[in-house]
């Protein structure tokens, strides 16, 4: 179904296949629209709320079956010009790429995103090109994951090959509890486009800082755009908490995390797109964990255009539509992010902020009453909320968040 308000002349439509909450992706819509250089068609698997104000028109579809996708894609050509695709959703990412191919439109190869979105082949591509000897393999029952983690060495991790936002990835210590992370990493299996007999990735636990990095990707070569410090809770999971982001941190001119940046994008043959990588920071270098051919959630481009001065989601539109952006980083204090999550899995009854927030501090409570947050390995993503700063340096950041949240009162059904 097509909806459209018939411009008289066609300037062509940059075609978003799908969007997100609007907490976390609105901002991307805003952007691209703002800046007077796309106009945009969303790709939805559902009618548009929030999104309808940045739209030229939408169609229904099933964004995650390539096949549907292309067809309805075909119906939006008969009467505009297909300037791009862009999508900004994990889930959707190879299939629009693979439309994008098909139509002959600018973008990252649907195998090379395949190859980010299956984390197996991504490790596979490393071990190929020299970066990575770690002996990562893939399971598809308890027994093979125990051989795996054995050739391995502990402690190792577990993940489902093809999800994301760390839902499902548990660390083990040893045989005895990698029966509990295979678990956790099968339980959780959201629409993929593709199913895996072997579903679980075995891999060396990386110890370090962990960071993401929000990347231009060209024919040229790959800049980091955004640096995020990441913030995890609830060992042995990986649950994202938080991120930190300064406008002037030294790891934007880190050789040894631009060479790996390189590196690892050329090993995957990703390009012509925004990347969203997630490092560990250890003491032989930056080992990945992994790699998205989309921009970064959470809120951090958003954060970092703040800081840095370079619009993320415009830089990815430009590039879908074969523009060459070369944006300035211009330096600007610091932003940072956390989510709120209970203390234990709860009902939440109430939920409320008292007083006056510090100047620079956005709040968010997301949570209705009789919502059931649940913590790993019950559930993910159990936020109630999340606050963002905006501040001098990050520790300035973190004393508005802590601030903020005092103010924050919860009540959990008895």
Not at 166 to 194: K, W
Not at 337 to 351: H, K, N, R, S, V
Not at 363 to 370: D, F, K, N
Request: negative net charge; hydrophobic residues 40%; aromatic residues 6%.
């Amino acid at each position: 179904m097509h909806h459209t308000a018939d411009p008289v002349e066609d300037p062509g439509v940059l075609l978003v296949v799908g969007s997100g909450e609007a907490a976390f992706r609105e901002y991307a819509f805003q952007e691209i629209a703002a800046s007077g250089r796309h106009r945009l068609w969303l790709m939805t698997d559902s009618a548009p709320t929030w999104e309808r104000p940045y739209l030229d028109g939408w169609t229904v579809t099933d964004p995650l079956n390539p096949e549907v996708l292309a067809k309805d894609v075909g119906e939006v050509s008969r009467t505009r010009r297909i300037t791009g695709v862009l999508c900004l959703n994990e889930a959707m990412v190879w299939p629009a790429a693979r439309v994008a191919e098909e139509a002959g439109l600018p973008g990252p190869a649907p195998d090379a995103v395949w190859r980010c979105r299956d984390k197996a082949l991504t490790r596979a591509a490393l071990t190929a090109h020299g970066i990575s000897g770690s002996g990562a393999g893939t399971a598809a029952d308890l027994g093979q994951a125990l051989d795996i983690a054995a050739g391995i060495g502990y402690p190792v991790v577990c993940k489902p090959r093809a999800l994301g936002g760390s839902i499902g990835v548990r660390r083990a210590d040893g045989p005895h509890d990698l029966m509990a992370a295979f678990t956790a990493a099968t339980a959780e299996l959201p629409d993929v486009p593709q199913r895996f007999e072997a579903s679980v990735l075995v891999e060396p636990y990386l110890d370090g800082p962990e960071i993401s990095v929000d990347s231009l990707v060209t024919d040229d070569g790959v800049r980091p755009l955004v640096i995020a410090r990441k913030q995890t809770s609830f060992p042995p999971f990986f649950e994202e908490s938080g991120h930190l982001i300064d406008g002037s941190d030294p790891l934007y001119e880190d050789a040894a995390l631009r060479r790996e940046l390189t590196r690892v994008h050329r090993a995957l043959g990703v390009t012509r797109c925004v990347t969203h990588s997630e490092w560990r920071l250890t003491a032989e270098g930056p080992r990945l964990v992994e790699v998205n051919a989309r921009p970064g959630g959470d809120r951090i481009p958003f954060l970092g255009a703040q800081v840095t001065g370079v619009p993320v989601a415009l830089t990815a539109a430009d590039l879908a539509t074969g523009r060459n952006p070369d944006p300035v980083r211009r330096p600007n204090g610091a932003a940072a992010i956390e989510f709120l999550y209970p203390d234990a899995d709860i009902t939440l009854e109430g939920l409320s902020l008292r007083g006056a927030l510090p100047e620079g501090v956005h709040v968010e409570l997301s949570a209705r009453p009789g919502d059931v947050l649940a913590l790993p390995p019950r559930g993910y993503k159990a936020r109630y909320g999340w606050v963002s700063a905006r501040g001098e340096s990050v520790a300035h950041c973190r004393e508005l968040i802590a601030q903020a949240r005092a103010a924050i009162q919860v009540k959990a059904a008895a």
